[in-house]
Structures are given as structure tokens and as C-alpha cells.
């Protein structure tokens, strides 16, 4: 049986002379998922602004005026309507009950599933959330931390394991994968909760694994063929790993093909934040990556160093000791 191969054997794609055009790319698409992402804002989930979530679905697509409308009579303060999912779903966040705690919010949920269930017949309440303005707060501080501390551990490891110039470009690549993140839910609208935030850091252990297995092969290919051009070595290098690179992103996409299609609405908006980290990661590992280290200046001669100083730091550990001492 013929094994099935989606990237030929001898597939020679020169990866470096476009990289231009996608630093371009890049940069343009950064800068609109900053400014989109600071135009529009993020849909903050009950999570990190605090208050009561409510998810009501309605046998019909409901007149979100009627619903506002019976919402207002409750009594309990202003809330905040959004169609989720789809037109039969809507999410509604009321704020907290000041004083009563987990009984007094009980109290307001109930009080509003009666006065849907009046207006909207076989209305039902999917799921609902309280979280305190302190609790939001710290899950605020906390998840940005989380995700900075991750970028910027993996970018010095990446230093200290290869080059200065790996660092840099690692740190670059899995920033503009989260920025791209940032941006796609900042246009949809779709809600930005913990969930999302753990999709962020996966798609950051995704992106530094592809990107890793290729800036092993770079320094490899730098220690084989120290007469080589840089810009050959790197596309060398990228086409020897785009197999693993194409198999394992398509095996992940199907994956996640399956759990948006029957995951729930609960796990489409982690669902779809994986693939996209997957499809931007996939190419800032090929694209932008790979090519910045010759911005960089990044030279086999680089990887000659490095490897005598290893060979020269092993010499000295397993040479004799000269502690003076006569035979």
C-alpha cells in the first residue's frame, strides 16, 4: 500500500525570496488586530468583567427589543444583551446583587426565567455564571500575566539554546500569533473568557513546537554545510520539515474540524481561536520566522562558534586535573 504523502519528496519552495512581501503582510495584519482590537474592544465574558451571565434559548429567533424590554422589568439594574452561537441564543449579563451573595443571585436568575417564560414560551436557561469585580480583576491581571511570561520564557530559551537571533525571531512570531488572536475575536465579537485564554497559551506551546523543530534543522543544516548561502540553508531546512509541518497542522485542523462541528457552542469560541493560532502559527514558523533570522544577521559561521566553544567547554570537563601533584 503506498503511504499517502501531502508534500512531495523533492518539494523545493523558495520560502526566502518572498519573504519580504510577508514581513509586509505581517505587519500590515498586525497593525489591524491592534487597531481592531483597541477600536472595537474584546467581548469580555462574565469572567473578567464580573456580573451575571445568562444564556436563554428561544424555540424562535426572538426580537432582541422584546427581550431588552422584559429584561428592563426585572428590576435589577441595566443589562447587556447578545446574540451567541446562534439567532435563537442570547446572552444576557445583569449585575451583581450587591448585597446576599450566591442566594440573591439564585433569586435574580429565577425571577428572570419567569418573566421569559411568560413572554417566550418554551424559553429555556442553558447555563448561567457569577463572578465578583474582584475575582474579574485578578482573572484579568493573572491571564495577561500568564501569557507574557510564557512568550518572553520560551523567546530566552530560544536565545540561550541557539542564537540571540532565534530568541528575537521566536519572540516576534509567537506575539504576532497572539496579536492575530486578539484581533480575530476583536472583530467577531465572540466572547473572550478563560476558555480563550488557555486556547492563547496552547496556541503558544503549538507555535514554539513547530518553530522549533525547524530552528533544529536550521542549525543542523548550519553545522553540515558551513559554505552554504543563508538564504539556501533556511529554505533547505524549512522544506526538509514542511512534511512534518503540513501533516501535523492537517491532523490538528481535523481534530478541531470535529469539535466545532459537534463540540456546542460552549467550545466554539476556543474551538475556532485553535484554528486560527494554527493556521497563523503554521505560518509564522515558515514565513516570518525562518526568514528573520537573515534580517538578523544570522551566518553559519555563527553555529561554528557556538560549536567550539561547546567542544572546547566538553574538552575542559573531561581533561585532566592539574592540581599539582608529582608522580
Known amino acids: 500500500m503506498k503511504l499517502l504523502k501531502l508534500v512531495p519528496d523533492n518539494t523545493n519552495i523558495g520560502f526566502v525570496k ?19 482590537t483597541l477600536h472595537r474592544g474584546l467581548n469580555l465574558g462574565v469572567d ?10 428561544f424555540q424562535q429567533p426572538p426580537q432582541l427589543d422584546k427581550v431588552r424590554t422584559t429584561v428592563d422589568r426585572l428590576g435589577v439594574g441595566d443589562g447587556s444583551l447578545q446574540q451567541f452561537g446562534d439567532p435563537r441564543t442570547v446572552q444576557i449579563r445583569l449585575p451583581l446583587p450587591e448585597q446576599g451573595g450566591a442566594g440573591a443571585a ?8 419567569k418573566a421569559m417564560t411568560a413572554e417566550f414560551p418554551g424559553v429555556t436557561f442553558s447555563r448561567y ?25 520560551i523567546a530566552i530559551f530560544s536565545w540561550f539554546r541557539y542564537e540571540w537571533q532565534f530568541g528575537i525571531s521566536t519572540f516576534v512570531a509567537i506575539m504576532h500569533d497572539v496579536l492575530m488572536t486578539l484581533g480575530f475575536f476583536a472583530i467577531t465579537q465572540l466572547e473572550f473568557d478563560l476558555n480563550i485564554v488557555a486556547a492563547v497559551l496552547t ?9 522549533m523543530v525547524i530552528d533544529d534543522r536550521i542549525r543542523e543544516n548550519m553545522r553540515k554545510y558551513r559554505k552554504m548561502d543563508m538564504k539556501s ?3 533547505l531546512s524549512v522544506n526538509e520539515t514542511l512534511p512534518r509541518t503540513v501533516m501535523t497542522s492537517v491532523t490538528i485542523m481535523l481534530a478541531l474540524g470535529a469539535l466545532l462541528l459537534f463540540g456546542g457552542h460552549v467550545l466554539r469560541g476556543f474551538t475556532a481561536a485553535m484554528m486560527l493560532g494554527i493556521v497563523v502559527g503554521t505560518y ?11 534580517t538578523l544577521g544570522l ?29
Open 18 to 36: 518572498l519573504r519580504h512581501w510577508a514581513f509586509a503582510l505581517t505587519a500590515l495584519l498586525t497593525v489591524l488586530a491592534v487597531g481592531a
Open 48 to 57: 473578567f468583567v464580573g456580573g451575571l451571565m445568562i444564556e436563554a434559548r
Open 106 to 113: 439564585n433569586a435574580i436568575v429565577e425571577k428572570a426565567r
Open 129 to 153: 455564571d457569577t463572578v465578583s469585580g474582584k475575582v474579574s480583576g485578578e482573572l484579568i491581571r493573572n491571564g495577561v500575566l500568564a501569557v507574557m511570561l510564557a512568550v518572553i520564557g
Open 203 to 211: 496556541i503558544v506551546g503549538y507555535s514554539i513546537n513547530d518553530k
Open 233 to 235: 540553508l533556511i529554505d
Open 284 to 294: 509564522s514558523s515558515v514565513y516570518v520566522s525562518s526568514s528573520l533570522l537573515i
Open 299 to 327: 551566518t553559519p559561521q555563527a553555529g561554528e562558534r557556538k560549536e567550539r566553544k561547546s567542544i572546547a567547554a566538553q574538552a575542559e570537563r573531561v581533561g585532566p586535573r592539574d592540581d599539582g601533584a608529582r608522580p
